[in-house]
């Protein structure tokens, strides 16, 4: 008896060693932490804490972690990798989820990426965004997407530059299928990151004179959301600060 014991508790211990360190992640604790987060840095900015929307990025983590940040009240998560991103759409198909795609557009997945997801962040040529367009379902809302810019026009960066964005926004108008919501960007990792947040602001107000309404700015991520709070995000993109690190 004692030696079944013993050895229950030994084979307990060894799978809890083998566990996959990921569930032990609280999400519930962090979610709950990057919420006091944002309440802070918008009282702090005198922004209403409600029109920020937390999007969860869940690349690279499986359907049971976003299920269970949905249980918790998160309706927006984001993905980066179409393949990886419709698999996890279809299984959690029958939940309320707003599905934004983040990540790189490959011409050749832009059939499935206008198919699945609600929105897309990361237009950069008007190529991309007449495919989107043309391949929308027609029992769907039209897809709404951001403008990424790549503000300091880094090569390897995706995105267009602050002067063709204008250009490419009237483009995007023309397009029955497609909304035009906002700008996105993702910054450098360091320098002074204040002055990328307050640029995409000038930048919106800039469209909003010119006669282009928008009402999106995608910025801010795990390791800087305060700083794009305080500049006007209205779309935080927040993974490791929920999920915990990726492999
Ligand atoms: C991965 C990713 C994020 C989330 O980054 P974290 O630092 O984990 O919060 C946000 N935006 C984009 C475009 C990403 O690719």
Redesign the pocket.
């Known amino acids: 008896m004692a030696l079944s014991l013993m050895l229950m508790k030994y084979i307990q211990v060894y799978l809890f060693k083998k566990t996959d360190k990921s569930i032990l992640i609280d999400i519930k604790k962090n979610i709950l932490q990057v919420r006091s987060r944002i309440k802070e840095a918008s009282l702090k900015s005198a922004r209403n804490k409600n029109k920020i929307t937390l999007l969860a ?1 869940s ?1 690279k983590k499986t359907v049971e972690e976003i299920e269970k940040a949905y249980n918790l009240g998160i309706e927006n998560f ?1 993905e ?1 990798y179409c393949q990886e991103a419709v698999m996890k759409i279809n299984n959690l198909r029958n939940k309320n989820i707003k599905w934004h795609f ?2 790189k557009i490959q011409s050749n997945k832009t059939k499935d990426i206008s198919k699945y997801f609600d929105w897309v962040h990361t237009i950069d040529r008007i190529k991309v965004a007449n495919r989107l367009d043309s391949f929308r379902p027609k029992n769907k809302k039209p897809l709404n997407v951001c403008i990424q810019i790549n503000q300091s026009l880094e090569s390897h960066k995706a995105g267009v530059s602050e002067s063709d964005a204008l250009e490419l926004a009237n483009q995007l108008l023309d397009l029955p299928n497609i909304r035009l919501r906002g700008l996105m960007i ?1 910054p450098p990792k360091a320098g002074n990151l204040k002055i990328h947040f307050s640029e995409l602001k000038s930048l919106q107000d800039k469209f909003n004179k010119n006669g282009i309404p928008i009402d999106t700015l995608s910025m801010g ?3 800087d959301f305060e700083q794009a709070i305080e500049e006007g995000s209205t779309i935080v ?5 929920i999920f915990g690190e990726r492999k």
């Open positions: 990025v690349k984001g980066n983040i990540g993702i991520m795990s390791s993109r927040i993974g490791t600060s």
